[in-house]
């Protein structure tokens, strides 16, 4: 009977071990690939020293057909367009045209495997539409069919972080255990493995008590929102799936009433938490509209995308955050950067253009024909949304434009109906990036470039610091 129950005994802790052993083995690397209809993951493999996906996994979710083997030459039609590969070749055929994929093509149990690098030349020539791949944490987003939210934080007896996405989501929903304490949990992570959510702020902080911070990640093939506080917390998510809610865990109701009855707290009593201040950054063009051309094969929306992420750093330096309205090549409409600027809050919107003709750097204020105050509701008529903080926008753009002649550039302040100025409702401005020298004809000189942005940001944290000592 002993050996029985010490036999019994070693197979449960043989058991709980494997099991163990399972929970905590690392996930499979993947790749995930987001379009308008659908999401689907497929496996990343290490082969000769790089990482290889199935060529068929990738492209028969968006419409190629099986393909067809002859010889040692592998062929697919996608959208009228065929596309060969041919085993132990380092260079496939699109439409009759050779592209390097940076590795041989292998082929493993009848799957064509090619590295996981040659992705994006390969949906770029093959797909009709723009396509943008996160590299790092192996996220592939064809189309526009990012997921965006926005993170609101009110403070109070029972603190609440409103996430608020552009459209549905279903997170799951993982927490790190404190002590070994399941009810109390440090961290609350909301994994998104199908949903494409961006960000392109990684960090918000939101004090020391029950919500502490918002930290956005994305990693093979997942991206990730972290909530960390000292208290358990409540996740409510709304019908329609585009809001989640986090706050504390309700206290459980006493059963024996209070003699005493407490007084309500006043409504000045306790600390307000005031909504971060940010600059929105917005790289005008992307996607279809490439703006003017600048000769070759540079286009005005690289130049001004690479412009913003240099404010970006520059103005985060200063201690002033700031995000993209747009991080990679994707169409936005005028109207939905107003849009997404006004919904998020943005202390100061700046919108970047470059090209001819001029010279040197202009620097444009909003100019209202009427300045009525602006009606209520989500869409705001052009002509009023910037009546409140047209003064602030013209203090802006002539702080600025001094800061550039400080560093030598010649630079001129102006006040112009350029969209989408009018529609944004906090202080906005344009920056538009000519060529120093009339003769050049592009405005892409990196020094340029990293002076113009220096300069800005110089001039908005002047104007920030004077915003900030206001009553």
């Known amino acids: 009977m002993r050996w029985n129950r010490l036999a019994l005994g070693l197979v449960v802790i043989v058991a709980f071990v494997c099991a163990l052993a399972v929970s905590s083995a690392p996930r ?5 690939v987001y379009t308008a209809q659908a999401s689907y993951s497929l496996p990343v493999l290490d082969r000769e020293g790089r990482s290889y996906i199935p060529i068929v996994d990738l492209l028969t979710p968006l419409g190629a057909t099986s393909p067809h083997l002859k010889g040692k030459e592998w062929r697919v039609m996608m959208h009228k367009t065929e596309l060969k590969l041919t085993q132990s070749n380092q260079k496939a055929v699109i439409g009759g045209h050779p592209l390097d994929l940076g590795g041989r093509v292998l082929v493993e149990d009848g799957r064509v495997l090619v590295p996981l690098d040659a992705a ?5 020539q093959l797909l009709n539409t723009t396509v943008d791949f996160h590299r790092s944490s192996r996220r592939i987003f064809v189309g526009n069919t990012f997921t965006r939210y926005v993170a609101q934080f009110n403070d109070g007896d029972r603190p609440a972080l409103i996430l608020s996405f552009n459209q549905p989501v279903k997170p799951d929903i993982n927490r790190e255990e404190n002590d070994g304490l399941l009810i109390h949990s440090d961290k609350t992570t909301l994994s998104f493995h199908k949903d494409p959510v961006v960000s392109d702020l990684i960090t918000q902080q939101f004090g020391d008590g029950a919500i502490q911070s918002l930290v956005f990640s994305e990693e093979n093939g997942t991206a990730s929102l972290t909530v960390t506080g000292n208290k358990s917390l409540e996740i409510i998510r709304s019908d329609d799936g585009n809001t989640i ?7 459980v109701a006493s059963a024996t009433p209070q003699t005493e009855p407490q007084a309500a707290p006043s409504a000045d009593e306790g600390p307000r938490h005031t909504p971060e201040f940010f600059v929105m ?34 103005l985060e330096e200063r201690g002033i955050a700031a995000r993209l309205l747009r991080d990679s090549d994707i169409d936005v409409g005028v109207e939905r ?3 997404i600027t006004n ?16 010279k040197g750097v202009r620097v444009y204020a909003p100019l209202l024909v009427d300045s009525k105050q602006p009606l209520a509701g989500r869409f705001l008529p052009w002509e009023s949304a910037q ?6 926008s013209q203090t802006i753009a002539q ?8 560093k030598g550039l010649t630079a001129v302040s102006l006040q112009m109906a350029v969209r989408p100025l009018n529609n944004i409702v906090a202080p906005a401005i344009a920056v538009e990036l000519t060529p120093e020298d009339e003769a050049a004809p592009l405005p892409e000189s990196q020094k340029q470039q990293n002076t113009v942005a220096a300069a800005v940001a110089q001039g908005i944290a002047q104007v920030r610091s004077q915003m900030a000592g206001q009553p």
């Open 28 to 32: 499979e690397a993947q790749l995930t």
């Open 120 to 124: 994006l030349p390969l949906l770029g």
């Open 245 to 251: 809610t986090l706050q504390p865990v309700a206290p």
């Open 281 to 314: 950054i917005d790289p005008s063009h992307g996607g279809n509209d490439k703006g003017a051309s600048l000769g070759g094969k540079l286009m005005e929306k690289d130049i001004t995308l690479r412009l913003a992420r240099e404010l970006r750093k520059e």
């Open 337 to 339: 950067r107003a849009e």
């Open 343 to 358: 919904e998020q809050h943005a202390g100061i919107y700046v919108a970047i253009h470059a090209g001819p003709p001029g």
């Open 387 to 392: 009546s409140g903080a047209l003064n602030q």
């Open 399 to 406: 702080a600025i434009t001094t800061e550039l002649r400080k």
